[in-house]
């Protein structure tokens, strides 16, 4: 068990740019979650995916977030032309089942100059 | 709104000195009641799941409990190594927010030698 894993660890970058963080869930995991945790918070849910189906989007999600789990296995978050309250840590985390407890990765912190 | 309160938000113990940490929450429906700890820099670490009221969880010096309203996480003789922010979320069982957790914005220990 190797753990869900994150890439890249750290980001920074200008206000206006696009990025995209990639998440690898624990192998035998059918779901799929991404949060948003900022200083003093706990974390705020995004999205998740079961399989390869995207089940349900917080409004917190703009338009200019997009999250794709092509082939129920890996996933992408993407975040089109970067302001500056996008900083923040992004977690993902997995989870087999609805029921049972979700994983956590170590997240990506993203920094906008 | 379901939502998540933890207290208090920082608790600071001498080495040996038991307590407890809150957390109350108001939810459509208990799917379950998660434990995490969060080390600086890291995701959440999983502890625990509850589902229903009277019941306990234990781990080392943990140990997790559930009422209809409210959770406690007691901790017995502390060790410096303990020091971590600790969270508790919820899951839905109702709603439009079911696959998702909602979490508190933490408590965070501090273990004095």
């Known amino acids: 068990d190797t753990g869900v894993s994150q890439d890249p660890r750290h980001k920074i970058t200008k206000r206006g740019q696009n990025v995209t963080f990639r998440c690898d869930p624990i192998s035998e995991h059918n779901r799929l979650y991404w949060y948003r945790q900022t200083l003093g918070q706990g974390p705020e849910f995004l999205t998740y995916f079961q399989n390869e189906a995207q089940l349900e989007k917080s409004r917190l999600l703009s338009d200019r977030f997009s999250a794709e789990r092509p082939k129920g296995s890996f996933s992408t978050l993407e975040i089109q032309r970067t302001e500056q309250g996008d900083s923040a840590m992004y977690l993902c985390a997995s989870s087999q089942g609805s029921d049972q407890p979700q994983h956590f990765g170590d997240g990506t912190r993203l920094s906008i100059l | ?113």
């Open chain 2, 1 to 113: 709104e379901d939502q998540v309160t933890q207290s208090p938000e920082a608790l600071r113990l001498q080495e040996g000195e038991s307590s407890s940490l809150n957390c109350s929450y108001t939810v459509s429906g208990l799917r379950g009641l998660f434990w995490y700890r969060q080390d600086p820099g890291k995701g959440p670490e999983f502890l625990f799941t509850l589902y229903s009221a009277g019941e306990e969880k234990e781990k080392e010096r943990l140990k997790a409990t559930l009422t209809k309203k409210e959770s406690f996480l007691h901790i017995t003789a502390p060790k410096p190594e303990d020091s971590a922010t600790y969270l508790c979320a919820v899951q839905a069982a109702y709603g439009g927010s079911q696959g998702n957790l909602i979490f508190g914005k933490g408590t965070k220990l501090s273990v004095k030698p």
